[in-house]
């Protein structure tokens, strides 16, 4: 069985659209959307439709919590206040652009969603299993750390999402944590590609696939100018380097990138 | 320092998550003015933590799920097994060492830095610099303090380090943007063109009790300011520290005798009550011995 997992949307209905026809095109099954359906780009209310219409299970993000509840803020934990300046900005441009049905939708959504596949327990989150917002980067989250998920919330795959950056560990007895991506941005790379990942479940084995998507960044680029949305935000489509929100990087992560 | 009003809160450790070494105890090359554990040259009443103490702290925290490891002194480059310590713990998890950045040598940084690259796990240099220049950092740790720094810096950024700079605030709230301005020109300057920066509260104890006041009698974390209070910004919600002398509740609370929770780490699980100015400080600020990758907030 083959299941495709989309991380953060971040607005960007153009590559939701492309990462679905992929993802349908490789033989996926089923498809998870593992929350944070705003922020970042433009005309949020565009996402919905994808994934009502193709039947993708969506897991609640901290984004998704709080734009349906009305809060003030993206509870994303900024702590530089240039980060938490552009947040606002995307946090409040989202907010004015998602229906009240939409937001009621957002409000409604589960925190995790759990399911097994040949007597594997499969848990989707969105930042980690024990907190929404919480990151899990590659270089700052211990193999043992993430062996205690496994065992406390008594799973054999932990899907997640939040940093923004795709990868995986093994755990011990074929455990797997695996963040996947996102849809929103290019993964700082200097790359105009997102990610997502394509689980493949057979006779007890777990395939995991990491796929990069190209979709149309200079029409994303043009709507995001359009819509009065940061330059800065625009440079990352652009360019494949993140240009805000860097203070929650780890050194070895922020290395990678170019500011 | 210890206080005896009613309604103290006690807060359990909701998972270890950073575990902290008090790796060179209170022996520090500089005496900063502020300094809430009062480290100096001749203050020896924390000693070094051996190689096998670490380690043996490290294997004990595997079953634990410890996420992150911190080193902290004193100042931690003056233990002579500080180098083998970290290259050990990145073949455990992530590590940071907090760094005054004045005895650094380059090949330290290269085997380090060779380190981290085989471990696939971060190491993060905190550099406590207290002020953009030499004028507002030397008169509260140390003539030259501020350029022998400043030298640090620049060798670990020669090294592919991306140092976070942590500074204590000698100055009001409405200066930071200012400071955290002029603090980014000047490291531009020193070639560190894209530098991280953490501004950190005062803690009244210690030497600094000495400098300013201390804490009075009202600046206590009581049972009605917990309500609705997100626990995960209290340090001793997520962390223990390991001494010399056993495993303390903090890392800022090393020198009260009611730190210490026991010998090992599994004794140290215990909760904790809140009954110290410091804890005050750290319920206002939250999160002020973690780094900004791992900081989550309701």
Request: hydrophobic share 35%.
């Amino acid at each position: 069985m083959k299941l495709a997992f989309f991380g953060g949307i971040y607005n960007n209905a153009l590559a939701l659209d492309a990462a679905i026809q992929d993802a349908q095109d490789r033989g996926a099954e089923r498809q998870y959307c593992l929350g944070d359906l705003g922020a970042f780009g433009a005309h949020p209310d565009q996402v919905f439709p994808l994934l009502i219409e193709n039947d993708v299970a969506v897991v609640q993000g901290n984004y998704d919590h709080s734009i349906g509840n009305d809060l003030k803020d993206c509870q994303c934990g900024y702590t530089d206040p240039r980060d938490n300046y552009f947040a606002q900005i995307s946090y409040e441009y989202t907010y004015a652009n998602t229906s009240p049905e939409n937001r009621q939708w957002l409000k409604e959504l589960p925190q995790e969603i759990r399911f097994e596949v040949d007597g594997q327990r499969i848990l989707l989150c969105h930042g980690s299993p024990r907190k929404t917002n919480e990151f899990l980067w590659e270089s700052t989250t211990s193999t043992h750390f993430l062996e205690k998920l496994a065992d406390e919330h008594e799973a054999d795959i932990i899907l997640g999402t939040h940093t923004g950056l795709h990868w995986q560990r093994e755990l011990s007895n074929e455990r797997l944590f695996v963040n996947v991506g996102v849809l929103g941005r290019p993964e700082n790379d200097g790359n105009t590609n997102v990610w997502y990942t394509l689980l493949t479940l057979e006779n007890g084995n777990c395939g995991v696939e990491f796929i990069p998507l190209e979709y149309d960044f200079r029409r994303l680029a043009r709507e995001m100018r359009e819509e009065s949305l940061p330059e800065e935000f625009i440079v990352t489509i652009l360019s494949g380097w993140w240009t805000t929100c860097l203070e929650v990087l780890p050194g070895r992560e922020r290395r990678n990138g170019r500011f | 320092m210890s206080t005896a009003i009613k309604d103290v809160p006690i807060v359990a450790l909701r998972a270890l998550d950073e575990l902290w070494f008090q790796v060179s105890g209170t022996l520090c090359n500089l005496e900063c003015s502020h300094c809430f554990i009062s480290c100096s040259p001749k203050n020896d009443s924390f000693g070094h933590l051996s190689f096998e103490t670490v380690q043996a702290a490290l294997e004990e925290s595997v079953p634990l799920g410890v996420k992150e490891y911190y080193f902290t002194g004193g100042e931690p480059f003056l233990n002579k097994e500080i180098v083998p310590i970290l290259e050990e713990t990145l073949r455990y998890g992530p590590a940071t060492v907090l760094t005054n950045g004045t005895i650094l040598k380059q090949e330290w940084l290269e085997r380090l830095r060779t380190a981290e690259d085989c471990s696939g796990y971060t190491l993060e240099f905190r550099v406590s610099i207290d002020g953009p220049s030499p004028e507002i950092n030397d008169p509260i740790r140390g003539e030259r303090t501020f350029e022998r720094a400043m030298q640090g810096v620049e060798k670990l950024v020669n090294a592919g380090f991306l140092p976070i700079i942590t500074m204590t605030r000698t100055w009001g709230d409405e200066e930071d943007q200012k400071i955290l301005s002029e603090f980014k020109n000047v490291l531009a300057n020193h070639g560190y063109s894209r530098p991280r920066l953490k501004i950190l509260p005062r803690l009244k104890i210690g030497a600094e009790a000495e400098r300013s006041c201390g804490y009075s009698q009202t600046e206590r974390v009581t049972q009605e300011l917990m309500a609705d209070y997100d626990k995960s910004q209290l340090v001793c919600n997520h962390s223990r520290i390991v001494s010399d002398r056993g495993v303390h509740v903090c890392p800022i609370l090393l020198d009260a005798p009611d730190s210490i929770l026991g010998d090992t780490l599994e004794e140290a699980m215990q909760p904790f009550a809140l009954r110290h100015g410091a804890c005050f400080t750290c319920y206002l600020y939250g999160s002020i011995c973690t780094n900004a990758s791992s900081t989550t907030r309701e």
